[in-house]
């Protein structure tokens, strides 16, 4: 059961992951999970940094191939990032083991 997954973690402002998964799927991934969260934060590490901390957040969940990982990564701070309305951070883990989720072409052979 070896894998070469790659769990993409987005954090965003609430009601911007839209803005993540078309990211992601121009990208190559296929879809994506989403939970609502709160995020806290010191009020003066926001104003140094520029950055308001806003609580009401998003993450999204992203199962990826390892070979679309950094394409993806780029994208999604691109147009969720920082610099954007999402102001999200993404990272990225490594996944051991994954099932349910084959390749297009393996659910092809099946038939």
């Known amino acids: 059961m ?9 954090i965003i402002n ?7 998964m078309e990211a992601a799927k121009i ?13 806290t934060g010191n009020k ?3 104003e140094f940094f520029g950055v308001p901390i806003q609580p009401e957040k998003e993450i999204v969940l992203i199962l990826v191939e390892n070979s679309i990982k950094d394409k993806c990564l780029l994208n999604i701070y ?26 297009l072409d393996l659910k092809e052979e099946e038939k």
């Not at 991934?29 to 989403?34: N, Y």
């Open 2 to 10: 070896e894998s070469n997954g790659i769990l993409l973690v987005a």
């Open 14 to 20: 609430k009601e911007y992951s839209d803005l993540v």
């Open 27 to 39: 990208s190559g991934a296929r879809g994506g999970t989403i939970f609502n969260a709160r995020g």
């Open 44 to 46: 003066e590490m926001g």
């Open 78 to 103: 691109k147009n969720a990032g920082l610099e954007t309305r999402g102001q999200g951070i993404v990272f990225a883990l490594p996944v051991e083991d994954m099932l349910g989720l084959m390749p």
